[in-house]
């Protein structure tokens, strides 16, 4: 039989992870969208690139 001391400690331990889960996730997102713009912005710069050599 569990004591209600374990109960609450695991229901504490799982709700830590849910957080760190949450935080991760977040973190994610923030990198995924970083790099989009950073794929966007390289493409810009390679297409001004494209265009400033084929002037010379």
């Keep these: 039989m569990e004591?209600?001391?374990d109960k609450q400690?695991?229901?504490i331990e799982i709700c830590?992870?849910?957080r760190e889960n949450s935080?991760?996730?977040d973190m994610?997102?923030?990198l995924e969208g970083q790099?989009?713009?950073l794929k966007e912005?390289?493409?810009g710069?390679?297409?001004h690139l494209r265009d400033t050599l084929s002037w010379t």
């Design 41 to 43: 912005s390289m493409g």
């Design 28 to 30: 994610l997102s923030g």
């Design 3 to 5: 004591k209600e001391g």
């Design 16 to 18: 830590g992870k849910t």
């Design 9 to 11: 400690n695991l229901l």
């Design 35 to 37: 790099v989009t713009n």
């Design 23 to 25: 935080r991760s996730r």
């Design 45 to 47: 710069v390679k297409e």
